[in-house]
């Protein structure tokens, strides 16, 4: 997780999976099929782009604008990348320094130490001193060992302490800072859904970067999940009915140092950059949850995040690790995920084969 400038995430879902919807959505309609307005924006250093369908193609347009503006909104309030936004000051405040935070910051605090409480700190919205400790918003370094001591002494997310009843958020030590990396992009759609809801539309597929958000009733999406190892190359359809679907890996971002690859996801209890060549990908009923769980797992690694998924029914889970000239797949919770056409998948833990979706 390192901040709203939103990374493109390896092994995410690809650029297809508009293609295949509309195509898929077109051929079942018929004749009274409902039109599709289809728009992008670069919003938080990345593309998104919606499609969306209502009666009213202007009404639609319309409702997708608002869509966008409230994550342009958003990036104002939780960037990581600008000095000028309201997480900024947040960061600045000393230890015990309150901060009246305004409520969409303070609902993207709780959203994340809540989510860091669910996944033991796996995922953990104040690892922002390591990640300034590696520079992961510039070039990259490898901090010494008592930098990244100093920075282990101000990361835990007990320490971010939420006043509910004021919406008050302080730091119970100094030098403490959040990142929301990890779950922003999740929260930005989710409220992108929202205003699309309410300006009338019945059905939008949502892609932010490769984070996706399938919204209304209707058929579930076919989409394509990437080789970590290659992500240009599917490995694995998959079908999402309304939900979240969101993709960690390591294999797009990092840097190099004498000779080693650094990665750009930080195991938030050790500071260290993940090693693995996995990608996760979480299906979820929410895009927060999914994004921020999709990184948790990762850095779980594969035996954790298979007892975790196994105890959470309503989250789908995808693990894929290069394998040759293929992947190695385990599936939780999954249903109807099937291999690409030419992929070369060996299923680990083979998926059940009905209608697709979270069981």
């Known amino acids: 997780m390192v901040g709203l400038r939103m990374r493109y995430r390896a092994g995410t879902v690809l650029a297809l999976a508009l293609a295949v919807w509309a195509a898929s959505a077109g051929a079942a309609a018929g004749p009274a099929a409902v039109p599709a307005v289809e728009r992008g924006r670069w919003l938080m250093g990345t593309l998104c782009t919606i499609s969306a369908e209502a009666p009213d193609t202007a009404q639609t347009a319309k409702a997708i604008d608002v869509a ?154 076919e989409l394509a999940v990437a080789d970590p190892a290659d992500r240009l190359r599917p490995a694995v359809l998959l079908k999402l009915a309304p939900g979240a679907l969101s993709t960690s890996a390591q294999s797009e971002r990092g840097f190099e140092r004498d000779g080693v690859r650094y990665g750009h996801i930080l195991d938030p209890r050790s500071g260290q950059p993940l090693a693995t060549r996995a990608s996760v990908s979480v299906v979820a009923a929410s895009s927060a949850r999914a994004d921020a769980l999709a990184t948790a797992l990762l850095v779980m690694g594969r035996q954790t995040a298979a007892a975790w998924a196994m105890e959470h029914r309503d989250v789908g889970v995808l693990w894929l690790e290069p ?17 690409a056409p030419g992929a070369r998948v060996e299923w680990m833990r083979a998926p059940t084969t009905s209608r697709g979706g979270v069981r």
């Open 68 to 221: 966008f503006g409230a994550i342009a909104r958003l990036e104002k309030v939780m960037s990581g990348w600008r000095d000028d936004s309201e997480l900024a000051r947040l960061n600045s405040r000393t230890g015990g320094e309150e901060f009246p935070c305004s409520p969409d910051l303070f609902a993207a605090l709780v959203a994340a130490r809540d989510l860091a409480a669910e996944t033991g700190g796996a995922f953990d919205p104040t690892v922002e001193p390591f990640i300034r400790a590696w520079d992961l918003r510039g070039e990259g370094r490898v901090p010494t060992a008592a930098e990244l001591d100093k920075a282990r002494d101000v990361v835990g997310y007990l320490g971010l302490q939420l006043d509910r009843a004021r919406r008050i958020a302080s730091f119970a030590r100094t030098g403490m800072a959040v990142d929301l990396g990890g779950i922003g992009k999740g929260i930005a759609l989710d409220r992108a859904a929202e205003a699309l809801r309410a300006g009338g539309v019945r059905r939008a597929l949502l892609n932010f970067g490769g984070e996706i958000l399938a919204a209304g009733e209707g058929e579930p999406r």
């Open 323 to 339: 394998a040759g000239e293929g992947v190695r797949a385990w599936t939780w919770n999954l249903e109807g995920v099937t291999a």
